[in-house]
C-alpha cells in the first residue's frame, strides 16, 4: 500500500483536504472544518501552492501528476472536464453529446471525481441551472468556484 500525504489549504468558504501517493495526487476534497491529519511531500507542498495561486486568480491551468480511481467510462468524463479552459463551461447534455452516452451518465461521473477543483467538475452545468455538485459543501462550493472563475461576472 502507498504511504499517502495530505494537505489542506482554507478557503472564504471553507477547507479543501488534498492527498497524494509518492507519484500523484490522489484526492481533493471540500471540508467544513480543518483536516485533523496532515503531513507533507513534496507534491502536497506543490499542490498547496498551486491551488493558493487559483483561489487568487493567479492560475488559469494546474500542472500536477494526477491519478483518479475511476471507471474507463468516468476517465473519460474527466478528460473532457480537464479540457474546459478557466471560466467557461459545459452542459452535462454538451458533454453526453460529445460521448454519445445519457447526460445523467454524465452526471454520475460527474459526482465520482475523486480529485475535484483540478479535475474541474464544477465547470460542469445543467441547462440554464447550475447542476449538481458532490461535495461536503455542496452547490456553496460549485457557485464560488463558478463565480471565482468568472471574477465580478456572476454565472449563476
Not at 472536464?81 to 452516452?101: C, F, H, K, N, S
Amino acid at each position: 500500500m502507498a504511504v499517502m500525504a495530505t494537505g489542506a489549504i482554507e478557503t472564504a468558504i471553507g477547507w479543501i483536504e488534498f492527498s497524494a501517493d509518492k507519484d500523484a495526487l490522489t484526492h481533493v476534497e471540500w471540508r467544513a472544518i480543518k483536516p485533523a491529519r496532515l503531513s507533507s511531500s513534496p507534491l502536497i507542498r506543490e499542490t498547496q501552492r498551486q491551488l493558493g495561486l487559483y483561489f487568487e486568480r493567479r492560475l488559469t491551468k494546474f500542472d500536477l501528476p494526477l491519478a483518479a480511481d475511476g471507471t474507463e467510462f468516468a476517465h473519460q468524463v474527466w478528460d473532457v472536464m480537464l479540457g474546459i479552459p478557466y471560466g467557461e463551461t459545459l452542459t452535462y447534455g454538451d458533454v453526453a453529446e460529445r460521448l454519445q452516452v445519457p447526460a445523467q451518465a454524465v452526471g454520475q461521473a460527474c459526482g465520482q471525481n475523486p480529485i475535484a477543483i483540478i479535475i474541474p467538475c464544477h465547470r460542469i452545468v445543467g441547462t440554464g441551472k447550475i447542476g449538481g455538485y458532490s461535495s461536503e459543501l455542496g452547490l456553496e462550493a460549485k457557485t464560488f468556484l463558478l463565480d471565482l472563475e468568472c471574477g465580478q461576472e456572476r454565472m449563476f
